[in-house]
Structures are given as C-alpha cells and as structure tokens.
Nanobody, 115 residues
Framework: QVRLVESGGGLVQAGGSLTLSCSAS????????MGWYRQAPGKQRELVAT???????NYADSVKGRFTISRYNRDDKVSLQMKGLEADVTAGYYC?????????WGRGTRVTVSS
C-alpha cells in the first residue's frame, strides 16, 4: 500500500500562482505514474496532469501552458506548478499514483481562486 500526502493548497487571487506537492511513502515501485486530478463542487473528478517515472507527461487540454508537473523520483514526490490561476480552477486537488494493479489516492488539498 502507498500513502500519498498533498500540500500547498490554499486561497489565491486570480492571476496568481500556486504550487502543490505530493509525497508518496510505503511500497513505491520503480515504475509508476503519479499525478494530479481535481474535483470541483458538483462535478466529476478529472485529470489535471500525470507523469511517469520515465518522464512521460500527460496534461489536460485546459491546463496546457499554465500548469507544469514535475517529479523527483528519488524522493517519490510530484509537484504541480500552477500559474495564471482563474476562478475555474477552484477545486479539490488529489494526488494519485498508479503502479501495477494499485491505484491510490491522497486525501486532497483545496485550491480556491478569488476573483
């Protein structure tokens, strides 16, 4: 089992920036895909960005050019740098790791953008 802990959420003004971080602990395999998903009130959880240990990156079209995902394999960490934030990104952001048949989630961190 893998435990994921997110940090970095908070309240930010429109146009501002925020960086989320996620640390994985436990039985982390050498190949995995870590990433971020978000869920706004009344909406389904959706992909934001993922990155594999082999540096393959996948972004949602809505965040391309504004968000940057990075990972630090030695520390089993992944971060999400978000710039030019607008109110539509307000949501709970959840860290995720997929390895083998395992699919684990963090408890989430809230991002609120004020206009």
């Amino acid at each position: 089992q893998v435990r994921l802990v997110e940090s970095g959420g908070g309240l930010v003004q429109a146009g501002g920036s925020l960086t989320l971080s996620c640390s994985a602990s436990g039985e982390v395999l050498s190949f995995n895909i870590m990433g971020w998903y978000r869920q706004a009130p009344g909406k389904q959880r959706e992909l934001v960005a993922t990155m594999s240990t082999r540096d393959k990156i996948n972004y949602a079209d809505s965040v391309k050019g504004r968000f940057t995902i990075s990972r630090y394999n030695r520390d089993d960490k992944v971060s999400l740098q978000m710039k030019g934030l607008e109110a539509d990104v307000t949501a709970g952001y959840y860290c995720n790791i997929v390895q083998g048949i395992q699919n684990n989630w963090g408890r989430g961190t809230r991002v609120t953008v004020s206009s």
